[in-house]
């Protein structure tokens, strides 16, 4: 815990050490949320009403959600990858912590920046008029959990994959970009054709982004969301341990060919 | 027996028998671009190197670069993964113990970017203290106490603004944290002027190994520095241990050959064969 919390303040003071860096993520959001937000207005609330009220509460929750989708696909290559190209990867193993302990607690400072933009996304949301009076707080914090679990663990896939292969992961690109492509962030799910809703079911974020959106927006119940916890956490289960297994995989072979400080 | 409890018995610091490191090589043809593992080969970076380090001592690993140095202590750090042979640190086996045999263990190496630049020397050292599980109070005491040793006054400074001999200095603040029983060094003095080197060579020297019992295991390529520290020295060359001993052996059997003039520059020239990259 003292180590993770070690990895925190490192990060915040870095972050810090950039004035504006954190203050222009900000006002994108801001911008992003002001022109689905304008863009909502000439968009038929019956396209999305089985998981929100109109267009506008069904992209902001969808865009600020997949925020972790990112985070939990990405931030623990790019925090293996940050640390082998700084140099600091090979004297943090010279510490008695292990290389696991490195890359997931490198990656909270991110996780902790999400959370951030994704309150920041809803209160611009609630300041442009959308309602979450009857959310479902720990239903939505369920499954938001169990989707950072899933996420994280093609996290931990594509992280392996950066340790043999140092650049040109393709798991976080087709991943995040299938993701986003089908899994219902920007347009409901139903709009695409059958054949591609049948892929669509094989991703976290379609169980996670109608989950969420039925708690907060529909002030739905654990029964009601309960397939799609149900999938999350069958993803979640099958996931872990192979992307475990695929880790320490990929770090003996970085120690047996001497690669695992180089970029 | 075990091999690594017959290596533990005879209670050197370091123990490194029979190592070797091949490294994989690959192979050329197209095939070989989509199947990295395809017809490979393999380039030996050590090859039964075999010595022990005594505690409380400085023993000197020479050779020039590419010899193999770097290799045998990231071997030490289980950095890297040896073919065959061992190596035991105060008895353990870095690959069986990694964890519990790093908290008597520091290195220092002359990778200057190892450091956060966004952040001063304090907070950089702050950090580093967590991960070898130290308390704040503990943390904050023993790096003031090491900024005196070391007679650094600029840790509250910005790690960027250092110059390489505080950022050297800062190198061996963080190996000495945790107060380890042995200290691996890798070129701690490359790139450093003699008026920057000489202070930290005599710190090594006189405050870490004859005041503190520290024991250090030092690879250099700077015979200068292997001459002032070392007692003992294995001179390694393209993977293979080409002597064992002690310096004082060493040089009196070359002045013997070479004239009374030469320097351990000469001799290790003499030994190797060539005078590639020798400083």
């Known amino acids: ?263 | 027996m075990s091999v690594d409890e017959v290596l533990s018995r005879n209670g050197a610091a370091i123990e490194v028998a029979q190592l070797i490191k091949d490294y994989p090589r690959p192979g050329k043809g197209l095939l070989s671009f989509f199947l990295p593992s395809w017809n490979q080969d393999v380039i030996r970076a050590l090859d039964g190197v075999t010595f022990n380090v005594r505690r409380g001592s400085v023993f000197g690993l020479l050779g020039t670069n590419g010899a193999g140095k770097t290799t045998l202590i990231k071997i030490a750090y289980n950095l890297l993964l040896p073919t065959s042979g061992t190596v035991l640190v105060l008895g353990e086996n870095p690959m069986h113990q990694g964890v519990k045999i790093r908290r008597r263990m520091g290195m220092v190496n002359s990778e200057e970017r190892s450091f956060y630049w966004r952040l001063s020397g304090r907070r950089n050292l702050e950090f580093y203290s967590s991960l070898h599980g130290m308390n704040r109070s503990l943390a904050d005491k023993r790096i003031d106490e090491l900024g005196e040793l070391l007679d650094m006054d600029y840790l509250d400074v910005p790690f960027s603004d250092y110059s390489t001999g505080m950022r050297q200095k800062a190198a061996i603040a963080r190996a000495l944290l945790h107060d380890p029983e042995v200290l691996l060094m890798d070129e701690p003095t490359r790139s450093l002027s003699p008026e920057a080197a000489y202070p930290l060579q005599d710190f090594i020297r006189q405050e870490l190994v004859a005041q503190r019992g520290k024991t250090v295991l030092l690879a250099t390529q700077d015979m200068s520095e292997a001459e002032r520290l070392c007692e003992d020295i294995a001179i390694i060359d393209v993977g293979h241990l080409v002597y064992l001993g002690s310096l004082a052996a060493l040089m009196e059997q070359g002045r013997r050959k070479l004239g009374q003039d030469a320097g351990l520059g000469d001799i290790f020239v003499d030994l190797v064969g060539r005078e590639e990259t020798l400083e």
């Open chain 1, 1 to 263: 815990m003292s180590k993770a919390l070690a990895f925190l303040k490192r990060d915040f003071f870095i972050e810090v050490s950039y004035h504006f860096n954190f203050l222009l993520s900000l006002a994108g959001i801001f911008f992003s949320a002001s022109i689905f937000y304008f863009l909502g207005k000439i968009v038929n609330p019956s396209v999305v009403q089985d998981t929100a009220n109109d267009y506008f509460s069904f992209v902001l929750v969808g865009m600020a959600f997949a925020m972790f989708l990112r985070t939990g696909l990405g931030s623990f290559a790019e925090s293996m990858r940050e640390e082998q190209m700084m140099g600091t990867l090979e004297a943090m193993l010279a510490t008695p912590t292990s290389l696991s302990i490195i890359i997931l607690s490198s990656s909270l400072w991110r996780f902790l920046l999400t959370s951030v933009s994704v309150v920041v996304y809803l209160l611009i949301g609630a300041a442009f008029g959308i309602s979450f009076a009857g959310a479902n707080i720990p239903v939505a914090l369920l499954l938001l959990i169990l989707t950072v679990t899933a996420y994280s663990a093609l996290g931990i896939i594509s992280a392996s994959f950066i340790i043999v292969f140092k650049r040109g992961d393709p798991i976080n690109w087709v991943v995040s970009t299938v993701s986003i492509f089908l899994g219902g962030v920007l347009y409901p799910v139903s709009v695409l054709p059958g054949w591609l809703r049948f892929f669509s079911r094989l991703l976290p974020i379609t169980y996670s982004l109608e989950g969420i959106r039925g708690s907060l927006l529909k002030a739905k119940g654990i029964s009601d969301v309960a397939t799609d916890l149900v999938a999350l956490a069958v993803i979640s289960a099958v996931l872990i341990p192979c992307s475990l297994a695929l880790f320490s995989l990929a770090v003996n072979h970085a120690r047996r060919t001497g690669t695992l400080v180089k970029y």
